[in-house]
T-cell receptor, first 114, second 114 residues
Framework: AQTVTQSQPEMSVQEAETVTLSCTYD???????LFWYKQPPSRQMILVIR??????QNATENRFSVNFQKAAKSFSLKISDSQLGDAAMYFCAYGQGGSEKLVFGKGTKLTVNP | DADVTQTPRNRITKTGKRIMLECSQT?????MYWYRQDPGLGLQLIYYSFDVKDINKGEISDGYSVSRQAQAKFSLSLESAIPNQTALYFC?????????????FGPGTRLTVL
């Protein structure tokens, strides 16, 4: 079974600085997709960024980018120019091609200090 | 208006009571999901449905049942609630259900079983 590991239960960053959240996964499949979801205090789960495993280029969405290391099965999220509104739980998730299910990590709580 | 709504947003009940959590969506998606979130455990899949006639168990379906009343409605029932079912429950939808597709989440229902 696929597993997703987020080794940092909590992280903190100063406003305007950069922070990287770690995620590793375990799979023997070649067709899969990886996601980062954000859960602010409002509880709403919001997709931050998505990466297809077959793409070598790292995905970027404005201040959010990933470092996808397929051989190492690593999928870290970098947040640049951190803002107070970035404070949230961040979940890494794995989706296997041909499957409808997502496997989530346990989450990393990000605090942004003013 | 929100695309995925859940009712109630919060519920406190007693052990042994039957509880129904409801989910409605206006996104026109066929695929709907119920997840449970416990502190420190991420999200775990309870049930998922491809369409009105197709319902499947997820990782932790014991103690739960579901009903897909229509394309837009997917209800989760706890037939006899127990305290360890105290958790945050999320409904989600996706368009094609392929691993690459984003899942859209409702705002969650916080359930407390005393």
């Amino acid at each position: 079974a696929q597993t997703v590991t987020q080794s940092q239960p909590e992280m903190s960053v100063q406003e305007a600085e950069t922070v990287t959240l770690s995620c590793t996964y375990d799979t023997s499949e070649s067709d899969y997709y990886l996601f980062w979801y954000k859960q602010p205090p409002s509880r709403q789960m919001i997709l931050v960024i998505r990466q297809e495993a077959y793409k070598q280029q790292n995905a970027t969405e404005n201040r959010f980018s990933v470092n996808f290391q397929k051989a190492a099965k690593s999928f870290s999220l970098k947040i640049s120019d951190s803002q107070l509104g970035d404070a949230a739980m961040y979940f890494c998730a794995y989706g296997q091609g041909g499957s409808e299910k997502l496997v989530f990590g346990k989450g990393t709580k990000l605090t942004v200090n003013p | 208006d929100a695309d995925v709504t859940q009712t109630p947003r919060n519920r406190i009940t007693k052990t042994g009571k039957r509880i129904m959590l409801e989910c409605s969506q206006t996104k026109g998606h066929d695929r709907m999901y119920w997840y449970r979130q416990d502190p420190g455990l991420g999200l775990q899949l309870i049930y998922y449905s491809f369409d009105v006639k197709d319902i499947n168990k997820g990782e932790i379906s014991d103690g739960y049942s579901v009903s897909r009343q229509a394309q837009a409605k997917f209800s989760l029932s706890l037939e006899s609630a127990i305290p360890n079912q105290t958790a945050l429950y999320f409904c989600a939808t996706s368009g094609n259900g392929r691993a690459r597709d984003e899942q859209f989440f409702g705002p969650g229902t916080r359930l407390t079983v005393l």
